[in-house]
């Protein structure tokens, strides 16, 4: 608006209203287009008035008014509600003769339409004149234009349709005039109204909200020939999307010459007919010769990116092909100039800098790193303490799930010694958030690892007198040896797949994984199950070991 030289000033009377005052009359309709492109649709527009303004004529946005099926009706109960200040006219209507005609259904089948040609004085809207001769009493009439658009709702050539009762009575009771309400549509769903009498525009919606057909109906309602430099309009409050839209827009706009800019690299190529040898993209537009080039980016980018930087370079239109608004493109097609095309191509290379005032987090401060290390030590530690217990619970005694843990603390403490010395020696290798899900999840191995081995034990213990042993720890633990194994292998040749394959993104993860799936393999074994027994130590009675018997 201040580069069309209109914007006088705003005054706010609250955080979503205020009067928007301007340099020169313009119409309603204008400003609520200019506020479209500043980024407020009509959703977003709660409301638009010009201040102390008065008309006589306006456009209403109707819900359902674009099915034909409907229009009428629809027009009818609009003109019931402004009967009292609705413009009528008198438009000359010449009526011809009854006609019968046969209509092809196809398969065959024929079936009779019956109509009446007409003449009106002037232009008229049919869907208007359907509204008006069935307000006489004309039922299971329609009006259509007989203009060679047809895609026109308007037209002075006309075709009345209905059975041929209501076409004659139509003949015997219409004369020479017919009067017609000031009303027509316009497309989009609307039709402009003419009142006899000026009124405000919230006189003229209460009118209409007073009918309970249209109250729900109606979705705009707009002052037509009545410009005005005061404009009052009530936005919708913003979404947290939208604030931040506005907040990218301003520190772009604040600090334009400080943000980074990404350069996009661009490489031309020039369309060649290979059968021929000629140029292919070479054409005569007007007076002037065209020459058709590939474009190539370093970077996908939106259409709507790309053109805004061919139009910023000042080469808007040069884009060719039917892009889609939401996907992006590496390579398009461009055709450019064949007498400035050196010049254009370095311009356009020049205008690929790209503000990026986000670009990306590239470290993590000591904050934030406090906070994320303070989160993973906790997790592990709850994640510890609910072992305990589910295991306890489950097995019934306490020592199995010390034991257990005992055995994971053990894997953690060695996991991460491995990952301190990889970073001494190689570098790279800083503790995230993926690295703690890595974490976590050697927590769940090493645990299933061990509880498979536990419930054997449990199982065995049932018909030894529920006497631990050590030959009976050993018998569960070659029991379960080939799953331990087997699992163990397969697991660790995905995650050398992953670590070797699978990018540096994702290499603290597997080093993490590989390292804690090794350790958590063994420590099942050499490291959970020799504590149980030292644990179950603590109760001479019950320990049993092969080939002694218990002292009296």
């Known amino acids: 608006m201040g580069k069309e030289g209109l914007f006088a000033g705003i ?59 409907k229009r009428s009706q629809l027009l009818e109960t609009l003109a019931e509600s402004l009967k009292n200040n609705l413009v009528f006219r008198n438009v000359k209507l010449t009526l011809g003769d009854i006609v019968e005609s046969l209509q092809s259904q196809g398969a ?68 020479d005039t017919v009067s017609l309400p000031g009303m027509y549509s316009v497309g989009d769903g609307s039709v402009q109204v003419a009142l006899k009498e000026g009124i405000s525009k919230k006189d003229f919606i209460d009118t209409l909200i007073r009918s309970v057909s249209l109250k729900t109906l109606v979705k705009g309602v707009y002052l037509v020939n009545a410009p005005s430099q005061t404009f009052a309009i009530q936005l919708q409050s913003l979404s947290a999307g939208k604030i931040q839209e506005k907040i990218k827009d301003d520190v772009m706009k604040k600090f334009e010459n400080l943000l980074y800019k ?202 030894h007198g529920k006497l631990l042993t050590p030959q009976l720890v050993n018998d569960s633990i070659n029991q379960t040896l080939s799953r331990t194994l087997l699992t163990g292998i397969t697991t660790i040749g995905v995650l050398l797949a992953l670590f070797f394959f699978g990018g540096p993104e994702i290499h603290g993860f597997a080093f993490v994984m590989l390292v804690g799936i090794i350790v958590g393999t063994y420590s099942t074994i050499f490291i959970a199950c020799p504590m149980l027994l030292r644990w179950k130590g603590l109760e001479p009675e019950r320990q049993v070991l092969l080939g002694q018997t218990k002292k009296s």
């Not at 492109?37 to 102390?52: Q, T």
């Open 108 to 175: 065959g089948m024929q079936t009779t339409q019956t109509f009446i040609e007409a003449e009106a004085g002037e232009p008229i809207d049919t869907s208007v004149l359907t509204s008006e001769l069935t307000q006489q009493g004309f039922r299971g009439i329609s009006v259509t234009s007989q203009s060679n658009e047809s895609s026109s709702d308007r037209g002075r050539k006309l075709k009345i349709n209905g059975s041929r009762a209501a076409l004659q009575e139509i003949k015997e009771r219409v004369k």
């Open 262 to 463: 990404e350069k996009i690299n661009v490489s031309f190529e020039e369309i060649k007919d290979t059968s021929a040898g000629t140029d292919a993209g070479v054409a005569d537009v007007g007076s002037a010769k065209t020459v058709q080039f590939r474009m190539t980016l370093s970077k996908p980018l939106k259409k709507l990116v790309i053109e805004e930087v061919l139009t910023a370079a000042g080469y808007s239109g040069v884009l060719e092909g039917d892009l889609s608004e939401g996907i992006e493109y590496q390579t398009v097609k461009v055709v450019l100039n064949v007498e400035n095309k050196e010049a254009a191509k370095t311009a356009i290379k020049s205008a690929f800098e790209i503000p990026q005032p986000i670009k990306r987090i590239v470290s993590i401060g000591a904050t934030v790193a406090g906070e994320m290390k303070s989160r993973a030590i906790l997790a592990v530690i709850f994640s510890c303490i609910a072992t305990v217990f589910y295991v306890w619970f489950r097995f019934g005694d306490f020592k199995f799930g010390s034991s257990a843990i005992i055995a994971v603390i053990h894997d953690i403490l060695i996991t991460l010694g491995a990952v301190a010395v990889a970073d001494y020696l190689f570098g790279n290798m800083k503790i995230d958030s993926s690295m703690v899900a890595a974490f976590l999840t050697v927590i769940g191995y090493s645990l299933n690892d061990t509880i498979v081995i536990f419930d054997r034990i449990r199982e065995n213990l049932g018909g």
């Open 11 to 69: 005054d706010f009377t609250e955080p979503t209203i205020f009067n928007l005052k301007l340099q020169k009359p313009v119409e309603e309709v204008a400003i609520q287009k200019i506020l479209e492109k500043a980024g407020y649709n009509k959703d977003d527009v709660e409301s638009l008035f010009a201040v102390n303004q008065t008309g006589k004529e306006f456009l209403v946005s109707i819900k359902g008014f674009d099915d034909i099926k």
